[in-house]
């Protein structure tokens, strides 16, 4: 039989709600703990508490309240990037060991991205999982830097307005923000400008991306095959992340360089543009909604992983006491 470990979700909204039903179904090294909100009616906590799940609606401090809580290893923050600050704060006091993964842009811990660094972060106390579109593109424009130098990496994040709630509306700016650091860090790109756009076309478009990425030259087949692996790698865990179309190379030369502000006025080199989709699993969001289901997908991923680290140090420690 499989251990698992106990994880909390901070958020009955939207994507708390699609995450905790991704753990109850298809958690193969978690099991849901707690789930955390502030509105007792929303639609979150009612489907927790019908689902057996330990429920409160008295925020992170109603949490550490619970008997559960002592038994929580992990913890999903997706709230706001400004309630995460006081989330990671409060539970750091009681639990310094207690590990959260923030599905907001505050960015408090290293950025992860699981098929670009996961394994670099797994022992970390905190985790931010970027933005639905970072973890759409970033993948994309790591695929590249594996290959060439990215000078440049541009990614524009389209989804539906009806996919985008109050949290994601309040973060704009932090998702531009957050994203356009991590297109640099995570990604690799020398500088990184990340562009979201609130599509409200009836019936509602699924999630769509695009990536620029301007590169030294180099071979394009192996560019392409590099990308191709990766969108198979994303794919294994997002099931309905996809490439719209192949792949576009174009060569600038020298001759005619491009000016990129801030970046450069006499730009040369190789411009791959990819085109995404992301279509949802319509656990509890709808099909559309990509970009929820992106997100939650990622932060189960990671914590997967993290769960994993878990159970091997104490299986460890139970043998060297043994």
Same mark, same amino acid.
């Given at each position: 039989?499989?251990?698992?470990?106990?994880?909390?979700?901070?958020?009955?909204?939207?994507?708390?709600?699609?995450?905790?039903?991704?753990?109850?179904?298809?958690?193969?090294?978690?099991?849901?703990?707690?789930?955390?909100?502030?509105?007792?009616? +929303?639609?979150?906590?009612?489907?927790?508490a019908?689902?057996?799940?330990?429920? !409160?609606?008295?925020?992170?401090?109603?949490?550490?309240?619970?008997?559960?809580?002592e038994?929580?290893?992990?913890?999903?923050?997706?709230?706001?990037?400004?309630?995460?600050?006081?989330?990671?704060?409060? #539970?750091?006091?009681?639990?310094? *060991?207690?590990?959260?993964? *923030? #599905?907001?842009?505050? /960015?408090?811990?290293?950025? =992860?991205?699981p098929?670009?660094?996961?394994?670099?972060?797994?022992?970390a106390?905190?985790?931010?999982?970027?933005? =639905?579109?970072?973890?759409? !593109?970033?993948?994309?424009?790591?695929?590249?830097?594996?290959?060439?130098?990215?000078?440049?990496?541009?990614?524009? /994040?389209?989804?539906?307005?009806?996919?985008?709630?109050?949290?994601?509306?309040?973060n704009?700016?932090?998702?531009?923000?957050? @994203? +356009?650091?991590?297109?640099?860090?995570?990604g690799?790109? @020398?500088?990184?400008?990340?562009?979201?756009? #609130?599509?409200?076309?009836?019936?509602?478009?699924?999630?769509?991306? @695009?990536?620029? =990425?301007?590169?030294?030259?180099?071979?394009?087949t192996?560019?392409?095959?590099?990308?191709?692996? !990766?969108?198979? %790698?994303?794919?294994?865990?997002?099931?309905?992340?996809?490439?719209?179309?192949?792949?576009?190379?174009?060569?600038?030369?020298?001759?005619s360089?491009?000016?990129?502000?801030?970046?450069?006025?006499?730009?040369?080199?190789?411009? @791959?543009?990819?085109?995404?989709?992301?279509?949802? %699993?319509?656990?509890?969001?709808?099909?559309?909604?990509?970009?929820? *289901?992106?997100?939650?997908?990622?932060?189960?991923?990671? /914590?997967?992983?993290?769960?994993?680290?878990?159970?091997? /140090?104490?299986?460890?420690?139970?043998?060297?006491?043994?």
């Amino acid at each position: 039989m499989v251990k698992k470990i106990k994880v909390a979700i901070i958020g009955s909204g939207n994507i708390g709600t699609d995450l905790m039903i991704k753990v109850l179904r298809h958690g193969e090294h978690l099991e849901m703990g707690a789930m955390v909100g502030i509105d007792p009616a +929303s639609d979150g906590l009612a489907r927790a508490a019908r689902m057996g799940v330990a429920i !409160t609606h008295e925020g992170v401090e109603g949490l550490t309240r619970l008997p559960v809580f002592e038994d929580i290893d992990i913890v999903f923050d997706a709230t706001s990037a400004s309630a995460h600050v006081r989330n990671d704060k409060f #539970l750091r006091e009681l639990r310094p *060991d207690i590990r959260l993964v *923030d #599905l907001t842009p505050a /960015a408090i811990g290293p950025y =992860c991205v699981p098929v670009v660094n996961l394994d670099d972060h797994v022992k970390a106390l905190n985790v931010n999982m970027v933005t =639905c579109g970072g973890q759409a !593109t970033i993948p994309i424009v790591a695929a590249v830097s594996r290959v060439a130098k990215v000078h440049y990496g541009e990614i524009i /994040a389209s989804i539906s307005s009806k996919s985008a709630g109050p949290g994601t509306r309040a973060n704009i700016d932090e998702f531009t923000e957050t @994203t +356009s650091m991590a297109i640099e860090a995570v990604g690799g790109a @020398t500088k990184g400008k990340a562009i979201i756009v #609130l599509n409200p076309a009836e019936p509602p478009l699924i999630m769509r991306d @695009t990536v620029y =990425c301007l590169s030294d030259l180099a071979d394009e087949t192996a560019i392409a095959a590099s990308i191709e692996q !990766t969108v198979a %790698a994303v794919r294994s865990y997002v099931p309905g992340y996809r490439l719209k179309q192949q792949v576009q190379f174009d060569r600038i030369s020298p001759d005619s360089p491009i000016n990129i502000p801030g970046v450069g006025s006499r730009m040369s080199g190789l411009k @791959t543009s990819v085109f995404l989709e992301v279509e949802g %699993a319509a656990h509890y969001l709808p099909a559309y909604a990509g970009n929820l *289901d992106i997100m939650t997908s990622a932060a189960k991923a990671c /914590a997967e992983r993290m769960a994993q680290d878990i159970l091997a /140090a104490r299986s460890i420690q139970s043998g060297v006491a043994a």
